[in-house]
């Protein structure tokens, strides 16, 4: 939720710098063409919309990026992940029901033979088609656990980076209050640079967003390290009695 809500946030600053400097581009127009007779304002006009529109473009791509990932790519990831191991389930459902016939043969020589060949191998394939989807159900629940964790000591971590960083009057170590004051030193970025005029807007327009993509980065890479346990841990235990490794 936490992060859900930063994603909201993200999306409404993204919209807000996208479709204001669109308006303000209209009321710039607007007021160039009734001040053309006075003053021609055009050719200014068109330089500084060249140069803002690039920057207007990449600031509120970022902010919109980062509040779709957050907003919804971050909670469907472990449905994705995990209705691709079902099929991938199914399919090995398929290659043992059309496998059978020829494992059948093989069971009647289960000491080998020259053409059948041993049966130890298709056993242990079989056991994993009905251990597998119980694997996945407890990676999925032990995954959510651990993200839950990860995401914690990530939130944690990231804002006491940027607090001792950014913040004027930054303490050696932060509160051990929990999450919430580093959260909310991550969420507000309540810091500058020597409090000019020029230094926040460059805070505002170039490291905000930039921290914001490079927060999206780390929590995209926690994400998929949690939830690889949803295919990762059927493998690894069926590895662990012996049964041949699947991609």
Not at 4 to 11: A, F, L, P
Not at 191 to 213: E, H, N, R
Request: proline share 4%; net charge negative.
């Amino acid at each position: 939720l936490f992060l859900y809500h930063i994603g909201d946030e993200c999306m409404n600053v993204g919209a807000s710098i996208f479709f204001g400097s669109i308006i303000s581009a209209l009321v710039t127009a607007i007021g160039t063409i009734f001040l053309q007779g006075e003053i021609n304002l055009s050719a200014a006009n068109e330089v500084m919309t060249a140069w803002v529109k690039p920057l207007v473009y990449a600031v509120s791509g970022m902010f919109i990026f980062s509040g779709l990932f957050f907003t919804y790519f971050l909670p469907l990831y472990p449905y994705f992940v995990f209705i691709f191991g079902f099929i991938g389930w199914l399919i090995i459902i398929i290659e043992a029901v059309i496998a059978m016939p020829l494992v059948a043969l093989g069971l009647t020589h289960p000491e080998g033979h020259e053409m059948l060949g041993k049966s130890d191998q298709a056993v242990m394939l079989l056991l994993g088609v009905f251990l597998r989807p119980v694997l996945m159900i407890m990676g999925l629940v032990i995954a959510v656990v651990l993200s839950f964790v990860s995401y914690r000591m990530v939130i944690y971590c990231f804002g006491a980076l940027l607090q001792g960083l950014f913040q004027a009057h930054a303490p050696t170590t932060i509160s051990t209050a929990g999450n919430a004051v580093a959260a909310g030193v991550a969420t507000q970025l309540n810091f500058g640079f020597d409090g000019s005029f020029w230094g926040s807007l460059l805070q505002l327009l170039v490291v905000t967003p930039i921290l914001f993509m490079i927060f999206c980065s780390l929590i995209y890479a926690v994400t998929t390290k949690c939830y690889q346990l949803i295919f990762i841990l059927p493998d690894s235990v069926l590895n662990w009695i012996g049964a041949p490794q699947q991609p």
